[in-house]
């Protein structure tokens, strides 16, 4: 059983800059991968970004100039470092762990970018 925590959403003004944790906790024995994908309303879950137990990151396309991706191991914590942030990204964020053939989601975090 693994618990997924996210904080950092909220409202900001465009061109602004946004931080995301999601603290992990539970049964986590083995190497984990964890991410964040995000969903707005009416349209299907997307990719933000995923990084390895060993540092390996992907972004999705429409984001990957402007977010970073990166873990604490001691703390079982990822973070996403969003910049430059557009109307286009308001949305709910979930956090995402991933471990042997078990996939946890946390209940996600709103977040709105509008002036």
């Known amino acids: 059983q693994v618990q997924l925590v996210e904080s950092g959403g909220g409202l900001v003004q465009p061109g602004g800059s946004l931080r995301l944790s999601c603290a992990a906790s539970?049964?986590?024995?083995?190497?984990?991968?964890m991410g964040w994908y995000r969903q707005a309303p009416g349209k299907q879950r997307e990719l933000v970004a995923t990084i390895t137990g060993v540092g390996n990151t992907n972004y999705g396309d429409s984001v990957k100039d402007r977010v970073t991706i990166s873990r604490d191991n001691a703390k079982k914590t990822a973070y996403l470092q969003m910049n430059s942030l557009k109307p286009e990204d308001t949305a709910v964020y979930y956090c995402?762990?991933?471990?042997?053939?078990?996939?946890?989601w946390g209940q996600g975090t709103q977040v709105t970018i509008s002036s």
């Open positions: 995402n762990l991933r471990q042997a053939s078990y996939s946890y």
């Open positions: 539970g049964s986590i024995f083995s190497f984990y991968s």
